[in-house]
């Protein structure tokens, strides 16, 4: 039987060799993989560090509570209204007891589901469609989206343009692009105008019809070759997401439902304001990072995965018809059982970019996105906690606010700390899988990139910094001492040779 | 009757009533000039230096022919009366140069963070460094150490913003009459505080309609609970930049 702490930890680490990947190229912040091996290339630890400072909960304390939302969106530069709208509803239930106007709610949920279709169009067609399309180990100069433009313009166009229109209900919700205001405690600071509807609703149905297309393609690259897209980091574990009070998908508000591996019930309809129970944020010496489990099941078995994957198979269905047969589809193509191999993130990625595209349509052609009854007025109360599913999974914000209206403790669990387990069982799959007595090359390196792709970690959450770094794998012999570098640059060009 | 007295800013003709000061004539006549201390409702202060202006700089002649241009002397046009006849430079590079210098010095100062402030899109600090073309801070960043005061039950003070104008300290001795606010320390250690025993602001008797508690031109003194109420796209400065109203540019109550 598997198990997770399986290559965590290697019996004699100081005869091995070290290879570091730092860090990791196409994912935003700061990531690093080391591997011991030994000298016939033997995988015996595999390590995903990501570089988290808890530094920004402290920022955030002694803050006045009205600019938090605004302020934790300085954690990401991909997914920010994902923190916007946490920290709001968690002030929402600080400053009304958690009520919202029916506007409100539904510019809300505008806002979230274009951030859920922009962020979900970039990670699919911008950071890994190049190795889907091209293959893992394909030709390194032409594995970007550059390359992808020119072998599949199509492909490319719809992709920018998917992520477009999503930017753009996000300025029109927020007013910014990135790092807008429109969600205050309370409610928003705007609804939409009839030419604002009426600009994004012209483009709704084709950004539909191009979701749809894209679940055709990975889809299509599944039935193609199941012995890899079906097994690829294989990660059977259990599954967090919140659901709706009849089990439906919901991405901004709902209770924590959880799956075991084999798609069994856990537990269902849990109030996520007890998360700081359910959950125990676990630590281990050799990372920054928490590691978090179900209390209940202790850490050894309590480890889960939170996203796309978990919560399309966590969901009863999914509330657009569209999505729903494709759901149907993707849960029978599983079988009895649930899938696990990290590809089918992109999978259950591409059908809930579908749920948003129509959602959104559905939104638009909602009379009270133009209401202008915009803010919820209710008991103060000292302590908040919102939930939201980001795009990459579940993200609990958590806050106490004193009555001088001051953050007085502030706790976040980002979607990157939820899947840290599951990042690294996946890793550890994938390195015993193509690394095993293999010389190392590029290509085989990139395997391990992929795997951690699919969970779509959104490093600069969980380490407050921003920007694509280039790849750093270094060799180095048991004395610790490098005997040899690849580096890869942010253009994917290759060097190799020790420094 | 006699014809109005005038002076001459960036060669335009200016008319000004005796007593007037260079910025009040200038902004009366719709002529805007950078300033964050001033306030037409006070007496001048002249600390801020943003209104600096040039006055009366002369061209001469060299023996050997060439025209040289001697600059005329720098200050403060909030402090400086206007003249008949002078001739008063302020949008000319040197002196922009010299108020983008000024507002960088403010900015890395303090701490101003103003994606998260809400007086972004409303603060007279950022709307001059746009204005202004500032597009870094240039100087290394101070990261002072500074608290915010939340004692008062309706108004927040956030120390890390404040430019020392004493627009706050005027106005609450000569509007409010209370003198809640002073400035105390030197140079680097110069700071606001506030007039009670425990120097905080619940101590005070400051209350939420005093003219101090609207007239601060940065994000220092708010009015709890409020926050980014208005949209982008229709805040103060989003629907017009700071140079393009002098007359409306002095700190109003914010509708909330
Ligand atoms: S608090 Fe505001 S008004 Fe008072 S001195 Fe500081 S910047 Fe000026
Ligand atoms: S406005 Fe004249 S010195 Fe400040």
Redesign the pocket.
Known sequence: MRHQFELETAKTPEALKRIVIEPVSRVEGHGKVTILLDDDNQVHQVRLHIVEFRGFEKFIEGRPYWEVPVLVQRLCGICPVSHHLAASKAMDMIVNGGILTPTAEKIRRLMHYGQMLQSHALHFFHLSSPDLLFGFDSDVGKRNIVGVAAANPDVAKMGVLLRKFGQEVIRVTSGKRVHGTGSIPGGVNKSLTAEERDYLLKDADQMIAWSRDAVRIIKQLHKSNPALYDVFGDVPTTMVSLVDEKGTLDFYHGSLRARDKDGEVIFDQVSYQGYNTLLTEGVKPWSYMKFPYITTLGEEKGWYKVGPLARVQNCDRIPTPQAEEERAEFVAYGGTKPMHGSLGFHWARMIEMLCAAETIKDLLLDPDIMGTDLMATGPRREEGIGVIEAPRGTLFHHYRVNEDDVVTYANLIVSTTNNNTAMNVAVRDVAKNYLNGHEITEGLLNHIEVAIRCFDPCLSCATHALGKMPLEVTLVNAQGQEIDRMTKDSEGRVAKGAA | MSDPKTFFLDEEEIPFEEGQTIIQAALSAGKFIPHLCYHPEFKPHGSCKLCTVRIDSRTVTTEDGQSVKIPGRAAASCTTPAQEGQHVESEVPEILDLRRTLVQMLLVEGNHYCPSCEKSGKCMLQGLAYDLGVMDPHFPQYFSKREVDASHPDILLDFN?????????RASAEVDKKNV?ALSGRGNTKH?ICNSESGKLGDTNMAATDKAAD????G??LHKRHGFEVPYGQRRFDIAPISDNPVQYAPVKEQV
């Open positions: 913003r404040c430019i020392l104008c004493e627009l706050c300290v606010f606001l007239v601060c031109p940065v220092v003194i």
